[in-house]
């Protein structure tokens, strides 16, 4: 493919620069027949800069075009090809978002490392569960420390990041945005789901930290799909 693009580069500057050189010497001989007829006409002066500005104008053209074609050219190479779609430079990069598409590491998913962040995702998850299920039987259950000892986000974090090592570079932008979002949730919930003395929660802060808990939970079991059966 690079081969086929190179010559077609060389091709476009080659016809390009054949043009320039027809029109060149076009607009010359154009001069020279107008400046013989120039000598013998009561009008050479005017006749002479029409010419010239015409030259002029038609230099000024085949520049620009020449400098468009190159331009063209360099975004077209294959360096520019290549930008597009490794490394992370250009606009254009792979992110898994489906756990069917998932490519693992095959040098790391089946280590005792990732093994442990695993479980500590299914830990983390029924964790989450349990948090609903408390508020579920009391609207007013404290889970504050619960949040702050079993879900603090550097425990998640340290978690999550040790399992998705399993993963490919490509998978790993899709499960890190749920990483982001289950760190979020919880952040949220430590504010939410704060009791104060003498003040029962609402019903509205309720529904609202069930939500967050919903959310968290659904995040997790994404990530565990990820994981191959």
Same mark, same amino acid.
Not at 82 to 94: D, L, M, Q
Not at 186 to 213: D, H, Q, W
């Given at each position: 493919?690079?081969?086929?693009?190179?010559?077609?580069v /060389?091709?476009?500057?080659?016809?390009?620069?054949l043009?320039? *050189?027809?029109?060149?010497?076009? %607009?010359?001989?154009?001069?020279?027949?107008?400046?013989? /007829? $120039?000598?013998?006409?009561?009008?050479?002066?005017?006749?002479?800069?029409?010419?010239?500005?015409?030259?002029r104008?038609?230099? /000024?053209?085949?520049?620009?075009?020449?400098?468009?074609?190159?331009?063209? +050219?360099?975004?077209?190479?294959?360096?520019n090809?290549?930008?597009?779609?490794?490394?992370?430079?250009g606009?254009?990069?792979?992110e898994?978002?489906?756990?069917k598409?998932?490519?693992?590491?095959?040098?790391?998913?089946k280590? @005792?490392?990732?093994?442990?962040? !695993?479980n500590?995702l299914i830990?983390?998850?029924?964790?989450?569960?349990s948090?609903?299920? +408390?508020?579920?039987k @009391? *609207?007013?259950?404290d889970?504050?420390? #619960?949040?702050?000892s @079993?879900?603090s986000?550097?425990k998640? /974090?340290?978690?999550?990041?040790?399992?998705?090592? %399993?993963?490919?570079e @490509?998978t790993? =932008?899709?499960t890190?945005? !749920? $990483?982001?979002?289950? $760190?979020?949730?919880?952040?949220?919930?430590? =504010?939410?789901? *704060? !009791?104060?003395?003498?003040?029962?929660?609402?019903? %509205? =802060?309720?529904?609202?930290?069930?939500k =967050?808990? #919903?959310?968290?939970?659904?995040? !997790?079991?994404?990530l565990? +799909?990820?994981?191959?059966?």
């Amino acid at each position: 493919a690079f081969k086929l693009l190179n010559s077609f580069v /060389r091709s476009m500057l080659s016809n390009t620069i054949l043009v320039a *050189s027809l029109f060149f010497g076009c %607009a010359a001989g154009f001069s020279f027949s107008s400046t013989r /007829r $120039i000598a013998s006409s009561s009008l050479c002066m005017n006749s002479d800069n029409n010419q010239m500005d015409v030259y002029r104008y038609g230099k /000024r053209t085949m520049s620009g075009l020449l400098t468009l074609l190159t331009a063209g +050219a360099i975004s077209a190479s294959p360096m520019n090809v290549n930008a597009a779609n490794y490394g992370g430079f250009g606009s254009s990069y792979s992110e898994v978002l489906d756990p069917k598409g998932a490519v693992v590491n095959e040098e790391t998913y089946k280590s @005792d490392s990732v093994k442990a962040g !695993l479980n500590g995702l299914i830990g983390l998850t029924k964790t989450v569960g349990s948090l609903k299920e +408390a508020l579920g039987k @009391d *609207s007013q259950a404290d889970i504050s420390s #619960t949040l702050q000892s @079993d879900l603090s986000p550097g425990k998640i /974090r340290s978690i999550l990041n040790q399992y998705n090592t %399993a993963f490919s570079e @490509d998978t790993q =932008r899709g499960t890190d945005r !749920l $990483i982001r979002n289950v $760190i979020q949730d919880v952040n949220e919930l430590s =504010r939410e789901a *704060s !009791l104060k003395p003498g003040k029962p929660r609402s019903t %509205a =802060r309720v529904t609202a930290t069930v939500k =967050r808990l #919903t959310a968290a939970e659904d995040a !997790l079991k994404d990530l565990a +799909a990820f994981y191959p059966k």
